[in-house]
Each structure stands twice: as C-alpha cells, then as structure tokens.
C-alpha cells in the first residue's frame, strides 16, 4: 500500500466537529477541525476540561457528533447507527484507557481475548493471538494472572495488548501514562512507538505528559473544545 493510500485508510478527518453536554449547556468540542493521515503519531494536549477525551470517544464512536462530518479510516461517523458504531470499533478502533478498564475476575490472557469474542475466530485461534500479543509487550510470563496481582504498568501492557487484539489501524490512548511512574512511563512508551512503527498503525495520545508529547511526530494543542493552530496532517514521506 503507498502512503496516499495508507494516509486514506487510516485517517481521521474533521470539520466543524461539534459535540453539546447537559442540553448544549456544555460544548465539549466546539466547532473542531482536524486532519490526521494514516501511519502519524499525533499527540494531543490541552489542559483539563477542554474536552480531549470526548474528541477520542467521537473517533471511537463511543460518543455520536451533534454538529458537522467526521470520517474515519474512510467512514463517515455522522449518524452511524448503534450496530454501525459498534463495527467501527471492533474492526478499526482499539481504546487505550487511563486506568486500563481490565476485568477484575479474568486473567491477562482472558482479557486480552475479550475483543475477539465476537469475531469469527475460534478459542484456539483467540488463545494463540493473544498469547503472541503479551508476549510481544513482555508479559507471557503472566498470562495467567489476575489484574490485582499485576503492577500498574503490566496492567497498562495488557491493555495495549487487548487493544492491539483485532488488528487495528487506529490506536487511541488517553492517557496512557497519567497513572505510571516515569520509568513504567517511559517502557510504556517505548512499547506504542514499537508497535505504532512496525504496523503502521495510526496513534494518537491525549496526554499532559511532556514524555509522550516528545515522543510524537506531531502535537495538536486543544483549548475550549477547537484545536489551536493548523489541523493539517504532516505531508511526511
């Protein structure tokens, strides 16, 4: 695939992208432009409340547009039905969370596999993948443990691997190092921009961690719910 292609198929694209809270009282995103080509590492920043996390939860249509066109990865998401929705997330999106949202009574193994439980893969097959995925962020030596048993940072690993678990050409991390100290921060790290060279894979980051920002091809500032400065993607070779 060249890049123009790779740019089409994993791009995210915006304009005036607007999304109201508590009956348009709060416009957590507010008129918002962006544009991000396939393959970038795009770091997002802002301070708290400005409404980062929601633009990730409309990307990962989590959260629906009130107002203006989003098409991801060459789909628009403006009226995208509940089934639709859930689709995009499954073959397209994998969520990278803050407190890594792992299920308590499953192991890491298990909750690597969750996400292909509604794929065509059997439990062999579902097994396989997600053992090569802990492995490929250190953790097969784990496998069998439950989330309390795990450090913070293992839990983070675990969950980049259940993200990671369909294939996704776009990988969303909220901040994923905002729980971490900074050597667990800086192996997490270490770990995206591993995964997001060898696959290609979109990433973007929001994140208040000047580690993360530096790590980025390309940081967007965000204030009152608009991206500050040019949305344009990097025309990168």
């Known amino acids: ?10 791009g995210i694209s915006a304009r005036g992208l607007v999304k109201h809270y508590e009956a348009g009282r709060v416009r957590a995103v507010d008129g918002l432009d962006l544009e991000i080509a396939g393959g970038e590492f795009v770091a997002i920043c802002g301070p708290s409340g400005c409404g980062k996390t929601t633009l ?33 997330r499954r ?25 292909m439980l509604v794929t065509r893969r059997t439990p062999r ?3 396989a993948r997600a053992r090569a995925l802990l492995e490929r962020v250190g953790l097969s030596h784990r496998e069998h443990a439950l989330p309390n048993a795990l450090s913070a940072g293992e839990r983070q690993r675990v969950a ?10 776009i990988l969303l991390a909220d901040e994923p190092t905002g729980a971490l100290d900074s050597k667990n921060g800086a192996r997490l790290l270490d770990q995206l921009d591993e995964l997001q060279r060898d696959a290609r894979t979109t990433l973007v980051v929001v994140t208040h ?21 040019s949305p344009a993607a990097a025309s990168g070779d």
């Open 209 to 229: 961690d000047p580690q993360v920002a530096a790590r980025a091809s390309r940081v967007l500032e965000m204030l009152d719910g608009r991206i500050t400065g």
């Open 1 to 10: 695939m060249n890049d123009k292609a790779t740019a089409n198929a994993a």
């Open 125 to 127: 097959e579902r097994r």
């Open 160 to 169: 980049i691997a259940r993200a990671l678990a369909n294939e996704p050409r």
């Open 56 to 88: 990730l939860n409309l990307i990962a249509a989590i959260d629906r547009p009130d107002a203006g066109s989003l098409s991801v990865a060459g789909v628009s998401l403006t009226g995208l039905s509940g089934y639709a929705a859930d689709g995009h």
């Open 91 to 115: 073959s397209t999106v994998g969520l990278v969370f803050q407190l890594h949202n792992l299920l308590p009574n499953l192991t890491a193994l298990e909750n690597v596999q969750v996400p």
